[in-house]
């Protein structure tokens, strides 16, 4: 049976699942929860993870959630993955892990929740949270601060001094795109500053192509139509009074 | 050369690999780093954990952070340590991976801003952030439940149906342990409703007994401290404007 991905390309853990299986060859049927028609509360996805959140996978009897753990999986179970995606190495694993493990309270935690407190709170027209933005804002340059200060220190172009990526790579890459929906100043004024995470989005953007660009492509329209928006409305400070007019998912 | 842990015992994840380490006979050397002294920061332990937190570990020259990641590595390099801890089977190995990184934007979320929010912040006179406590309050008991109707309800004693337990029990156990400190009434009304939660608590401690309690021995004086502060300010609220006279840690 084939594997299945329960993904909404919105969400950039299911974006890191679908590059990692085109960049493997891993075979893979893309089974589409649209998040914005609530589709992960269903009744018929919860059998699939009971948690109600995207990504999941079936391998054939096989259920798994959380993006980490279906990396960590896919990179075992699939033969044809080549090793530096998750090291057999036990130091070089226990390494990567430890990026993975720190991503959570950290990166994501940040870049998540500024990107729902400064776009999508105010594009569903529910009230902007100006202390968790900027509660989030501070944890997302802190994080980048130590990506850049501790991880991309070393003669790799990769994350841990490495010369090919990893699923840590992946994952992190993927999460900072999504600060693509901000307002370009806002965008610009927070990552501007960490030019070795600059460069290292480029590289790893570019030792995944093409499958890197195709993926994110529903962001960059995202993106175009949150900036049209924002000019509509004539201003990129979101307001609690203030409802951006979006129908399409986000 | 010996495995050195750096840790202080009033920090969850710290606890979780002292008693790991303690089960599964593997020497080391306890390195106290006093959070309440704010050893965390000092120049010395950068060199340790960049990161500038507790738990991390040297084995010989090779140095790790994030707890999850720690004990992943020791249950693979100690070849001492049964499978049972972090199975070697691709598909037990995935579900546990799941569980763990699943703690991090749920359980952990939820008890350790709790904690800080209800417990902490008033005894360094820091302002009761009502909303805070609230939030971390409903991922708490979200958390909860998703255990006892998720991962507690096959038949095994632990997590995942399991007869033996892993250190995902481990280190939700440790996590959960933590609200110990709140009051006893506050601690009855959060975890009381979640009887499956309270038999796997117990039957965790048990499975890891005498190191369990003696790891968390600190944990239980601080408990009463904190409920001797809290009967002598005469209520288990938090106000803004009170602080207790803790010169302890914590």
Known sequence: MTLKLYVDRMS???RALLIFCKLNGIDFEEVYINLSKRQHLSPEFKEVNPMKQVPAIMDGRFKLFESHAILRYLACAFPGV???????????RAKV???LDWHHSNLRRGAAVYVFSTVLAPAFGLPFNQQAAAEAEKVLLASLAKIESVWLQKKGRFLLGSGQPS??????????MQLEVLDEKDHKRIIGPYKRVLKWIDDTKNAMEP????VHLILFKAKEKF???????GSSIPQSSRKLDLHSKM
């Open 167 to 176: 699923i840590a790579d992946l994952s992190l890459v993927c999460e900072i």
């Open 12 to 14: 950039q853990p299911s």
């Open 97 to 99: 892990d430890s990026v």
């Open 82 to 92: 080549a090793d530096h995606w998750y090291p057999s190495d036990l130091y070089k």
């Open 227 to 233: 900036q049209k928006q924002r000019d509509a409305v």
């Open 211 to 214: 499958h890197f660009g195709e």
